[in-house]
């Protein structure tokens, strides 16, 4: 293990490596690197749900139900009205409240989906698969787990693609989107470019593609290469951050000295 690692591991033991996610805090607000680090900061919101969900749909659909559940109260609602109209709110009836807690029961810890969402997952599902976008970019290896080091930098992460059925080599990544003309500077305000920089060079690949589909109108789908630049970018970022940790795990300076700072 390297001085870095040991050092890593020591400040954070529940999570002695870096991840993409890790080196975007970093680089920002470094006391929310630490809450991470810490396993203090969760994210939530109806964009990452979703996209979850439109993710394991895609390349993981053998084990989709085994972690979510579709929840429709619509038929018992539907059934329960017409045997007894005089219920001015059939939710607070008792054969509702059975049902539901029927339901609850064998929920366990899945994730509910509602028949809205779906519907529209299965719908993108097909965009994609009709089309040549799944067999050339997302029909390698899905959900790859890695455990590497870069340099002297412990790195952990999962990639959503890797190669292709025919053979070809490269790392892909699954986004959804609001608009696909748009989504570039999704790549460098979410710093996805860190993203493909560690994949590329954790599986010694030299091609990355975001695969991006919209969430609105017919749902078209996008598949962007990464530049030279954009890699470039995303190395210099990851070196930026591992130099700014670097110095806090060797006590050099501590997070209330440390200010984000800009000209606008």
């Known amino acids: 293990m390297t001085d870095f690692a040991l050092k890593l591991a020591e ?15 970093a680089l920002g607000d470094f006391q929310r690197f630490i809450l991470y680090m810490e396993g203090k900061l969760k994210f939530s919101s109806d964009a990452l749900r979703f996209g979850s969900i439109h993710d ?4 993981e659909r053998d084990t989709f139900y085994d972690e979510y559940i579709v929840f429709d109260d619509t038929p018992i609602i539907e059934s329960i009205s017409e045997a007894r109209p005089e219920l001015k709110s059939v939710k607070t009836s ?27 997952v299965e719908w993108m599902t097909y965009r994609i698969e ?6 050339h970019y997302l029909s390698g290896q899905h959900q790859v787990e890695f455990n590497d080091f870069i340099g002297d930098v412990p790195v952990r992460g ?19 989107t609001q608009q696909l003309d748009k989504f570039k500077w999704k790549v460098r305000d979410y710093a996805y470019d860190i993203q493909a920089y560690i994949y590329l060079t954790v599986f010694d690949r030299t091609d990355f593609y975001w695969v991006a589909q919209s969430k609105f109108d017919s749902n078209p789908v996008g598949v962007f290469k990464a530049s030279e630049q954009t890699l470039n970018a995303g190395r210099t970022k990851f070196e ?3 130099s ?16 984000i700072t800009d000209t606008i």
């Not at 394991?56 to 390349?59: A, F, H, Q």
């Not at 700014?244 to 200010?259: H, M, N, Q, S, V």
């Open 240 to 242: 930026t951050a591992v």
């Open 244 to 259: 700014i940790i670097e110095e806090y795990l060797d006590g050099k300076w501590k997070p209330a000295e440390r200010y």
């Open 130 to 135: 009709s089309s040549d976008v799944y067999k």
């Open 56 to 59: 394991k749909y895609i390349l």
């Open 94 to 120: 008792k054969e509702y409240k059975e049902w539901k807690k029927e339901f609850d029961e064998s929920v366990g810890s899945k994730t509910l989906v509602t028949p809205e969402e779906m519907k529209k």
């Open 11 to 25: 400040r954070f033991p529940n999570k002695p490596y870096l991840s993409a996610s890790s080196i975007k805090h």
């Open 158 to 176: 999962f990639l959503d693609n890797l190669d292709n059925a025919a053979g070809a080599k490269f790392v892909s990544d699954l986004k959804t």
